[in-house]
């Protein structure tokens, strides 16, 4: 049974936004060609076409950010918590839109792609990706679309930098942003996560150098990658509580090295499931696309590369996300007002770490809810 | 969901209402629910900030539209330029801040002009109190004891005036609030009046 206040049944589209004659310029340099982007899309574009938002997803998110691709599906879009009728990103109000990223593996082109110039995938033949390459597809996307401005842009960790992304390269295109748990740069310890992740993938003998398509693949690299992220996105306090050092039953006396905790367990199966639904090569490319955006050493600093900013701005970090602390949001918030943007901060106190964001959370919900109604108002006056 | 009622006018609100000229830009220290901003936005067109160390406040605020920052005092100021507000409040504020010097020092950096409002404790019926019981009386009356209370400083008008002076601060307005939020006349206002409503400046030079 699909819930009542879900968006329902939804399907993702895929839009192709460059052909060999037009192929979208990336960071790396050169040109790729043919390019694919997958999205979703909820609610109705109004008349005016004033109302369109659009969300960013996460390393190991997709374009299904809500509702169910069919009656059965066990689990809906990722952010089904905050995208709905009623829901923070009220769908009876606002256009709701979510793409996936460049270098995907959820139907945007991406490692997994064939490479039109030897009929076979590209694996590590795909060029690098950044953020920007991303948010200038979603560009060619809304353009595509017929939006010439949205009122808001949002997302999550990666999710975010598309939106401080956004501010920066688009300013005359987005009325507003909610960059949420994210950075304009990652730590040191962020990119040693992350580096820990990769080299899982590509120490498997399943990697083949990228070239596994076909087989199996770094299945137990990627799903390390996974279990890895996954210790990240939570916190100390909030794994004591989902799983404190309670065992597993069954599993006491089988062997002095069993699996027997119940947070191993927990790993154990978010990775398992990750293999089945993510490509490790997509892994690689996003996780160094997220380590290396870096908008302050590309502009020279933070402030500056804020400067031609001009979205209204609604800044959220929870209190207990040590990937992505707090003091990261007020390095942003810093920058935005020395550009004397208008911005809102607001450090939500939670235990769920990183993951906060992906939950049920009242608080972010009335931010984002109030946020919107004041920029939508201040739009159409 | 609506936004709530308007809840009755604070007395000190009215006054700062009063005070700030239309279409100014303003900065709250200490903002709370945003009640203040929104009223200054509503009824003077201003371009409001506010900044509050409570998350729940923070919530509120943006729920009522105005932009805010969730952090302490010092910590929101320092975000700001020098000049970059016509006005700066501290509302029932000034009372609550670990160091009022620093603030009262950054806030006259950001804003051209401070407005600050507190209760004063120099008052007839707190001196008359603590006279005859010996015992630090509670500043509004309310129900929060010494060891409770989120007032953690007392002051008087007096007190405000001298420290005035002694740093070099014009004080550009002053006005005197009975409980009820009547205007005091100057005369003995330090004993008669309730709160303290200052529009202060730093002096030139």
Same mark, same amino acid.
């Given at each position: 049974?699909?819930?009542?206040?879900?968006?329902?049944?939804?399907?993702?589209?895929?839009?192709?936004?460059?052909?060999?004659?037009?192929?979208?310029?990336?960071?790396?340099?050169?040109?790729?060609?043919?390019?694919?982007?997958?999205?979703?899309?909820?609610?109705?574009?109004?008349?005016?076409?004033?109302?369109?938002?659009?969300?960013?997803?996460?390393?190991?998110?997709?374009?299904?950010?809500?509702?169910?691709?069919?009656?059965?599906?066990?689990?809906?879009?990722?952010?089904?918590?905050?995208?709905?009728?009623?829901?923070?990103?009220?769908?009876?109000?606002?256009?709701?839109?979510?793409?996936?990223?460049?270098?995907?593996?959820?139907?945007?082109?991406?490692?997994?792609?064939?490479?039109?110039?030897?009929?076979?995938?590209?694996?590590?033949?795909?060029?690098?990706?950044?953020?920007?390459?991303?948010?200038?597809?979603?560009?060619?996307?809304?353009?595509?679309?017929?939006?010439?401005?949205?009122?808001?842009?949002?997302?999550?960790?990666?999710?975010?930098?598309?939106?401080?992304?956004?501010?920066?390269?688009?300013?005359?295109?987005?009325?507003?942003?909610?960059?949420?748990?994210?950075?304009?740069?990652?730590?040191?310890?962020?990119?040693?996560?992350?580096?820990?992740?990769?080299?899982?993938?590509?120490?498997?003998?399943?990697?083949?150098?990228?070239?596994?398509?076909?087989?199996?693949?770094?299945?137990?690299?990627?799903?390390?990658?996974?279990?890895?992220?996954?210790?990240?996105?939570?916190?100390?306090?909030?794994?004591?509580?989902?799983?404190?050092?309670?065992?597993?039953?069954?599993?006491?006396?089988?062997?002095?090295?069993?699996?027997?905790?119940?947070?191993?367990?927990?790993?154990?199966?978010?990775?398992?499931?990750?293999?089945?639904?993510?490509?490790?090569?997509?892994?690689?490319?996003?996780?160094?696309?997220?380590?290396?955006?870096?908008?302050?050493?590309?502009?020279?600093?933070?402030?500056?590369?804020?400067?031609?900013?001009?979205?209204?701005?609604?800044?959220?970090?929870?209190?207990?996300?040590?990937?992505?602390?707090?003091?990261?949001?007020?390095?942003?918030?810093?920058?935005?007002?020395?550009?004397?943007?208008?911005?809102?901060?607001?450090?939500?106190?939670?235990?769920?770490?990183?993951?906060?964001?992906?939950?049920?959370?009242?608080?972010?919900?009335?931010?984002?809810?109030?946020?919107?109604?004041?920029?939508?108002?201040?739009?159409?006056? | 969901?609506?936004?709530?009622?308007?809840?009755?006018?604070?007395?000190?609100?009215? %006054?700062?209402?009063?005070? #700030?000229?239309? &279409?100014?830009? $303003?900065?709250?220290?200490?903002? !709370?629910?945003?009640? =203040?901003?929104?009223?200054?936005?509503?009824?003077?067109?201003?371009?409001?900030?506010?900044?509050?160390?409570?998350?729940?406040?923070?919530?509120?605020?943006?729920?009522?539209?105005?932009?805010?920052?969730?952090?302490?005092?010092?910590?929101?100021?320092?975000?700001?330029?020098?000049?970059?507000?016509?006005?700066?409040?501290?509302?029932?504020?000034?009372?609550?801040?670990?160091?009022?010097?620093?603030?009262? %020092?950054?806030?006259?950096? #950001?804003?051209? &002009?401070?407005? $600050?409002?507190?209760?004063?404790? !120099?008052?007839?019926? =707190?001196?008359?109190?603590?006279?005859?019981?010996?015992?630090?009386?509670?500043?509004?009356?309310?129900?929060?004891?010494?060891?409770?209370?989120?007032?953690?400083?007392?002051?008087?008008?007096?007190?405000?005036?001298?420290?005035?002076?002694?740093?070099?601060?014009?004080?550009?307005?002053?006005?005197?609030?009975?409980?009820?939020?009547?205007?005091?006349?100057?005369?003995?206002?330090?004993?008669?009046?309730?709160?303290?409503?200052?529009?202060?400046?730093? &002096?030139?030079?």
């Amino acid at each position: 049974m699909i819930p009542r206040d879900s968006v329902g049944l939804v399907r993702t589209l895929e839009f192709r936004l460059a052909e060999p004659a037009d192929g979208l310029p990336l960071d790396s340099g050169g040109k790729l060609s043919p390019v694919t982007l997958a999205y979703e899309t909820y609610g109705t574009l109004s008349p005016e076409k004033d109302n369109a938002v659009l969300i960013c997803h996460a390393l190991s998110g997709s374009a299904h950010a809500a509702g169910y691709h069919s009656p059965d599906d066990a689990k809906p879009g990722w952010w089904e918590t905050a995208i709905g009728p009623g829901k923070a990103f009220d769908t009876d109000t606002y256009f709701v839109i979510c793409s996936n990223v460049i270098g995907g593996c959820s139907g945007s082109t991406g490692p997994g792609s064939i490479d039109p110039a030897t009929g076979k995938p590209y694996g590590m033949r795909f060029p690098p990706v950044t953020i920007g390459d991303t948010v200038r597809a979603q560009k060619r996307l809304l353009d595509h679309l017929g939006i010439p401005r949205l009122l808001s842009v949002s997302g999550g960790s990666m999710g975010g930098m598309q939106v401080l992304e956004w501010m920066m390269a688009f300013p005359d295109s987005v009325a507003s942003g909610i960059p949420i748990a994210t950075t304009a740069r990652l730590s040191a310890q962020g990119i040693a996560f992350d580096a820990v992740g990769r080299e899982a993938i590509m120490t498997d003998p399943g990697w083949k150098g990228g070239d596994y398509y076909g087989d199996r693949g770094p299945a137990s690299g990627l799903a390390i990658a996974r279990m890895i992220g996954h210790i990240t996105y939570l916190s100390d306090e909030a794994m004591h509580r989902k799983f404190g050092r309670r065992r597993r039953n069954g599993l006491a006396n089988e062997s002095a090295l069993a699996k027997e905790f119940e947070v191993e367990g927990y790993l154990e199966q978010r990775g398992a499931s990750f293999i089945n639904r993510f490509d490790a090569n997509s892994y690689l490319y996003i996780t160094k696309a997220i380590d290396c955006y870096d908008p302050a050493q590309e502009h020279g600093s933070l402030v500056k590369a804020f400067a031609r900013g001009k979205a209204k701005v609604l800044v959220i970090s929870f209190s207990s996300d040590w990937l992505f602390p707090t003091y990261h949001s007020k390095e942003i918030v810093r920058a935005l007002k020395a550009n004397g943007i208008d911005c809102s901060f607001c450090e939500i106190q939670t235990s769920h770490g990183h993951d906060a964001f992906l939950l049920e959370c009242p608080e972010q919900t009335e931010l984002i809810r109030g946020f919107l109604r004041r920029v939508r108002r201040e739009a159409r006056a | 969901m609506p936004d709530p009622a308007s809840p009755p006018v604070r007395p000190d609100h009215s %006054a700062i209402l009063d005070i #700030v000229t239309p &279409r100014s830009r $303003v900065l709250d220290l200490g903002c !709370g629910d945003g009640d =203040l901003l929104r009223a200054l936005r509503e009824q003077k067109g201003i371009d409001g900030r506010g900044i509050d160390r409570d998350d729940r406040a923070v919530i509120a605020c943006i729920g009522k539209g105005v932009p805010v920052y969730h952090g302490t005092i010092l910590e929101g100021l320092s975000l700001y330029g020098d000049g970059e507000f016509d006005f700066v409040i501290l509302s029932q504020t000034l009372q609550q801040t670990i160091e009022p010097d620093r603030v009262i %020092a950054d806030m006259l950096r #950001v804003g051209r &002009r401070g407005i $600050v409002t507190f209760p004063n404790f !120099g008052r007839w019926s =707190l001196r008359i109190r603590f006279l005859l019981t010996g015992r630090l009386p509670s500043l509004h009356g309310g129900p929060w004891r010494w060891y409770e209370t989120p007032d953690i400083l007392r002051l008087s008008i007096a007190d405000f005036r001298a420290y005035c002076a002694r740093k070099g601060i014009a004080i550009i307005e002053s006005r005197f609030l009975s409980p009820s939020g009547r205007c005091v006349p100057r005369f003995w206002a330090n004993a008669r009046a309730s709160t303290g409503a200052f529009v202060i400046a730093r &002096r030139p030079g």
